[in-house]
């Protein structure tokens, strides 16, 4: 295994402009994919479709959750108020 990177090494040592040449173009084409990626804020389209999460996407739509966060708490227990910590800042 070490073989192919030594015989590697020393292809790319005799030929330093092919390597920068290479190089560079890799750096190209990933500064270039980075830059055409695009991100979604909305991540309804990652979560599955039962009915838990339909009523999270109902919530989500319904309320202005610009800057919140929201935790989904489920527990065996029937005390509901046990899982409720609310602190606003």
């Known amino acids: ?5 030594i015989s590697i090494h020393r292809y790319f040592k005799e030929r330093k402009i092919l390597f920068s ?15 055409n990626i695009n991100l ?8 599955p479709k039962n009915g ?3 009523k999270f996407e109902n919530l989500i739509e319904k309320t ?5 966060l929201i935790f ?7 005390n509901v108020d046990s899982l409720v910590l ?4």
């Open 1 to 5: 295994m070490t073989n192919i990177f």
């Open 21 to 35: 040449v290479l190089l560079l173009g890799i750096i190209a084409m990933g500064g270039y994919s980075l830059y």
């Open 40 to 47: 979604e804020e909305d991540i309804s389209n990652v979560l």
């Open 52 to 54: 838990d999460f339909a």
């Open 64 to 68: 202005s959750s610009g800057n919140t």
């Open 72 to 78: 989904i708490l489920k527990s065996e227990s029937k």
């Open 86 to 89: 609310v602190q606003h800042c």
